[in-house]
């Protein structure tokens, strides 16, 4: 079974949609020897490529010295010229997007994993929307299956772009193996030491921009004890950090609101196994990776009433309103102060956290792949 996959995000993302595809690949190529994986990338990050490294069965494919100057292009029309002489049965764009001309012969899958730029347009540049819906659009267009990372997310798509509810298949992703790797005693007093973390903290992953709601997480820790701190750990995305730091000033939070914007990725399992709780207050997501990430870590979540929140979650997690912040306290109080409900939540986490492992996922993705080209049996 040859594959091609639109690899651009898998060589230079690091956050959410990289994971998602690194992940796949990789775990298609560890469990199934007979796919063959040709991955196509404009670029190359070295960073990156080393996920790649040790499986016989993972090409990569990169424009030529001309095409090079022209990235997006060769990425959106000039992948295709590859294809047939590798030989690829079934391509598969992994972050909203398929290339034009893909021949006819070769069947068409393209991941979905959420439709904001329609929800909420505001959130997106004139330009930027534009561009992005009109890729949407055509993929899920030409795609013979379009998959979901959500119930949520297929919703979406029957309501926003009208696509098919028999053209949609909803395979929920996985997180980093790193994640359900246990964390030792070692591991949790380096982070302590290398990122001087506070004794009790309450820890909140996600690009720092909006939709995550950082703000309203900050309000909650003022109606909590002051011995509860919070970490927030992520990237600055546009101008919301300077409206998140004037609520913390405003709030005289200062001492008690931390900021790990360059922290390292290996570090995250330890960064939530020493939380006292998660916080993952997003006003809307095509899953919520930390949700996943936390139970992973044994670490009791806290988070939003709305979207594919409480299909991250299940039982094992508590809910609010991201509007409303005496719950979100509420919910964060019960939490740092009942350990009963801690281990309760601790033990159904690990429960919930099992409808999302790699091997689950990547063998639903398989089972995808073979009904679109059955693998042939040799006699």
């Known amino acids: 079974m040859v594959i091609g996959f639109d690899a651009k995000r898998a060589f230079q993302n690091s956050t959410g949609l990289g994971n998602y595809s690194r992940i796949l690949i990789c775990g298609l190529a560890q469990e199934h020897q007979d796919i063959r994986a040709f991955l196509y990338s404009p670029q190359m990050n070295g960073e990156y490529s080393r996920y790649f490294t040790g499986y016989a069965n993972i090409s990569t494919r990169m424009p030529s010295s001309i095409d ?81 990372i959500s119930e949520q997310t297929k919703q979406d798509l029957m309501n926003f772009l009208h ?23 070692s591991d949790r007093e380096y982070v302590r030491e290398t ?26 820790l003022a109606k909590l004890p002051d011995d509860v701190h919070l970490v927030i750990v992520g990237k600055n995305h546009g101008g919301y950090y300077g409206s998140l730091m004037g609520v913390v000033r405003n709030l005289r939070l200062t001492d008690r609101v931390h900021f790990l914007r360059n922290a390292d990725f290996d570090d995250f399992p330890a960064l939530y196994s020493c939380a006292i709780a998660s916080a993952y207050m997003s006003l809307f997501e095509g899953f919520g990776i930390p949700i996943l990430e936390s139970m992973c870590c044994d670490t009791p979540v806290v988070t939003s009433n709305l979207s594919s929140m409480p299909e991250a979650g299940g039982d094992a997690a508590l809910y609010a309103d991201p509007l409303n912040v005496d719950e979100i306290a509420d919910r964060l109080k019960q939490v740092i102060e009942n350990p009963d409900l801690r281990r ?27 009904t679109l080209v059955p693998t042939e049996v040799e006699e």
């Not at 193996?177 to 964390?183: E, L, M, N, T, Y």
Request: overall charge positive; proline content about 6%; some cysteine.
């Open 163 to 185: 696509v098919p509810e028999s053209k949609i298949k909803v395979i929920y992703q996985t997180c980093d193996p790193i994640f359900w790797k246990p964390v030792n005693d």
């Open 195 to 220: 990122y001087h973390l506070p004794e009790k903290y309450i820890i909140s992953v996600g690009s720092i921009e909006e939709r995550k709601n950082q703000a309203n997480i900050v309000r909650a």
């Open 68 to 148: 090079r100057f022209f990235p997006d292009i060769w990425r959106r029309f000039g992948v295709t010229v590859h294809l047939k002489g590798d030989n690829v049965k079934i391509f598969h764009g992994l972050s909203h997007e398929l290339p034009h001309g893909i021949p006819h012969s070769i069947k068409r899958v393209v991941t979905m994993h959420d439709l904001i730029v329609w929800r909420y347009p505001g959130f997106y540049k004139p330009f930027d929307r534009m561009v992005h819906r009109m890729k949407q659009r055509h993929s899920c267009k030409i795609a013979d299956v379009v998959v979901a």
């Open 344 to 370: 309760q939540m601790i033990e159904k986490g690990r429960q919930q956290r099992e409808k999302f492992s790699q091997h689950r996922v990547v063998s639903q993705l398989y089972e995808l792949y073979n």
